[in-house]
């Protein structure tokens, strides 16, 4: 006999894979400070690019290759 199959031979349904799948979030869930220490590092990143391509654009006129200072920005930080 197998260890997945009960004594009748039928495959045991006791919830193993449902448990495994919420496992990952429970854990992610019980170490809330680093999420939010990771969002806000995330945050802090993009506003910081914005920042930094704004200043670059806003130093060298209209328009750089093609793209105005708000579709270059749009399209460095959307996601891939």
Known sequence: MRVLESPGGAARTDGRAYRL???????EWAYRPR???TAF???TQVFLYVLLWRAL?????ERVVGLDMDQAITYSVRPR
């Open 21 to 27: 799948l919420l496992l990952v979030p429970r854990t």
């Open 35 to 37: 999420l939010a220490a």
């Open 41 to 43: 590092v995330i945050v």
């Open 57 to 61: 654009y806003g130093e060298s006129g």
